[in-house]
């Protein structure tokens, strides 16, 4: 198992890049690693706030981490103030996909990609970026814990997969009609923080743990 990939992403404001893998395996740490050395460009939705408890941006004028908006902690909630809070939500996420667009040359970064979507159906701002954010030299990379439930229009699109311990029948499934189904079923036999690097065409190699982003707390 190699400690480093060999990775090939020639554009990375047109190469689209996907972390798959259930809840504390390591996707998010791995991906805050990556930021840690970038120097180009980039906007973060961090939807749980871990991105900006992990990651120290290498260039804080060009590269930002942008939190959901933040409501007030009740003991109890009704439906419709629920959904209140999540249209707000989705209001400023496709805010931001605007903003990345108008902006262009930089990479769009989504944590829980799933939040935004569903199998089927992606609102008119997201699905702008992913199939149109190329020709404005806007890159992107996601990552979600219930890749079932993300647009086949995301995972259409993508060209690099960066796979941790995947073990949901269904979430094998879906991502298994994207990328060889052999190399989702031999993520779940994977240690923690280590996953499996694949671009599209070329060969699925295994790779040890990064570094513990907790030097960066």
Known sequence: MKSEPDIRIKNAFKEKQFYVGITQTGKTNALCYHLSRATIPYTVWDETGTISRLLRPFNPRTQRIIRPPVFPKLQYITKKEAKERQDKKLEAFDSLCHKVMSEGNQIFVVDEVHTFCTKRSIS??????????????????????????????????????????????????????????????????????????YKLGGKAEKYAPVPNMSLFY
Do not use: C, M, R
Not at 158 to 187: C, R
């Open 124 to 197: 008119y701002e997201f699905n702008e970026l992913i199939t149109k954010g190329g020709n404005l030299d806007v890159g992107f990379i996601g990552t979600s814990q219930s890749v079932a439930q993300v647009s086949n229009i995301i995972l259409g699109n993508t060209l690099h997969f960066w796979i941790f311990k995947t073990a949901v029948p269904n979430d094998i499934e879906w991502l298994g009609k994207f990328i060889d189904k052999k190399i989702v079923e031999q993520s779940q036999f994977l240690p923690d923080y280590a996953y499996i690097y």
